[in-house]
T-cell receptor
Framework: AQSVTQPDIHITVSEGASLELRCNYS??????LFWYVQSPGQGLQLLLK??????LVQGIKGFEAEFKRSQSSFNLRKPSVHWSDAAEYFC???????????FGTGTRLTVIP | EPEVTQTPSHQVTQMGQEVILRCVPI?????FYWYRQILGQKVEFLVS????????KSEIFDDQFSVERPDGSNFTLKIRSTKLEDSAMYFC???????????FGSGTRLTVV
């Protein structure tokens, strides 16, 4: 069965510092992987997705993520965090042909000046 | 950029009452979904809908829930007799295909009192 683990519930970084949010998945084959961001009271906005090909994917707002099959990971990174990046970040997985997404529990990012 | 639109943004209802949550998916999308997020918890899959029928549903989606696409543009979630534990944020999503990415609406916050 598919599952997603986001081991960090809450992360605090200083503005301008680099960021890495961890995501580990469980799936029998190559999954489809996604990162979504949710600002307070808002919906889920897609940051980036991985289906196949280049394992380093670029997304919106300067985010990138790297798929590492050997580690079953899809960590999200940003070289320099902005105060507006403060939000909840969700990793999600779907199997090819699968009909729904499985979400992790989310990581809340706080950015301090 | 096309959006998934959900109405209302917030609904308060009394326990035992019926509620209908409304969604307008992106017009050329073929797959439609409802997810929910209980406060502080992960986003959970409820149901997927394709070709005018339910294609998959979770254990959460019991007999008190139903979905409908009444007119080719709207996609509704009905909760027949609401319970306190139905209080959550409900997200609608649509996609053209599984590897196309899922677009989520901004959600309806349902409060059952």
């Amino acid at each position: 069965a598919q599952s997603v683990t986001q081991p960090d519930i809450h992360i605090t970084v200083s503005e301008g510092a680099s960021l890495e949010l961890r995501c580990n998945y469980s799936y029998g084959a190559t999954p489809y992987l996604f990162w979504y961001v949710q600002s307070p009271g808002q919906g889920l906005q897609l940051l980036l997705k991985y289906f196949s090909g280049d394992t380093l994917v670029q997304g919106i707002k300067g985010f990138e993520a790297e798929f590492k099959r050997s580690q079953s990971s899809f960590n999200l990174r940003k070289p320099s965090v902005h105060w507006s990046d403060a939000a909840e970040y969700f990793c999600a997985v779907a199997g090819p042909g699968a009909n729904n997404l499985f979400f992790g529990t989310g990581t809340r990012l706080t950015v301090i000046p | 950029e096309p959006e998934v639109t959900q109405t209302p943004s917030h609904q308060v209802t009394q326990m035992g009452q019926e509620v209908i949550l409304r969604c307008v998916p992106i017009s050329n999308h073929l797959y439609f979904y409802w997810y929910r997020q209980i406060l502080g918890q992960k986003v959970e899959f409820l149901v997927s809908f394709y070709n005018n029928e339910i294609s998959e549903k979770s254990e959460i989606f019991d007999d008190q829930f139903s979905v409908e696409r009444p007119d080719g543009s709207n996609f509704t979630l009905k909760i027949r007799s609401t319970k306190l534990e139905d209080s959550a944020m409900y997200f609608c999503a649509s996609t053209l295909a599984a590897n196309y990415g899922y677009t989520f609406g901004s959600g309806t916050r349902l409060t059952v009192v």
